[in-house]
């Protein structure tokens, strides 16, 4: 089993509509953890940081299930802009290591 | 401006040419790495660094060298490069609950 898992995609969702991603990690001692977004390519750009309690930033929300293991990302209102690949990252306590699922892939339609 | 340098952006080579890629963080990290991407793979480690002088392996260091003489760089290094070491090579500075920056990447081809 891998120890960061996404469902690669693509997820096509039209303007306007919401969009969840889950990811799950393997490591319950797992400490923290991240969303990044990477464009075609490109180098992988922090959207958030995922706490304890959830936490939101506009139109974006990231959830923490540390009993099931799992975090999500919910994007409301898409944009055509949010069309990108979408990195779950997982750091186990006491490290700096950094372990990264392989991406879910979003394209948002006109 | 927080920033994470990698050079060259673009390499093409041939096997066995001895080639260093370069990295330099302006955040006064510690914690620096260095990772590939390959499809359907994602980001695996390559090496990471805590500190200067001390580094050690990732999941996959086979064919790469690192080294760690000031806190600002960290480059990397193929003794002799091999065609499975064509890949999409990106520099991070940070981590642990921190989030990690991203150096612009270094396209590697080896023929």
């Known amino acids: 089993r891998k120890e960061v898992e996404q469902d690669p995609g693509p997820f096509n969702v039209p303007e306007g509509a919401t969009v969840a991603f889950n990811c799950t990690y393997s490591?319950?001692?797992?400490?923290?953890f991240f969303w990044y977004r990477q464009d075609c390519r490109k180098e992988p750009k922090l959207l958030m940081s995922v706490y304890s309690s959830g936490n939101e930033d506009g139109r974006f929300t990231a959830q923490l299930n540390r009993a099931s293991q799992y975090i999500s990302l919910l994007i409301r209102d898409s944009k055509l802009s949010d069309s990108a690949t979408y990195l779950c990252v997982v750091s186990p306590s006491g490290t700096y290591k950094y372990i990264f699922g392989t991406g879910t892939r979003l394209k948002v339609l006109a | 401006e927080a920033q994470v340098t990698q050079n060259p952006r673009y390499l093409i080579t041939v096997t066995g040419k001895k080639l260093t890629v370069t990295c330099s963080q302006n955040m006064n990290h510690e914690y620096m790495s260095w990772y590939r991407q390959d499809p359907g793979l994602g980001l695996r480690q390559i090496y990471y660094?805590?500190?200067?002088?001390?580094?050690d392996k990732g999941d996959v260091p086979e064919g790469y060298k690192v080294s760690r003489k000031e806190k600002r760089n960290f480059p990397l290094i193929l003794e002799s490069p091999s065609p499975n070491q064509t890949s999409l090579y990106f520099c991070a500075s940070g981590g642990g609950d921190q989030p990690q920056h991203f150096g612009d990447g270094t396209r590697l081809s080896i023929l």
């Open positions: 490591n319950s001692a797992s400490q923290s």
């Open positions: 660094s805590m500190n200067v002088e001390v580094t």
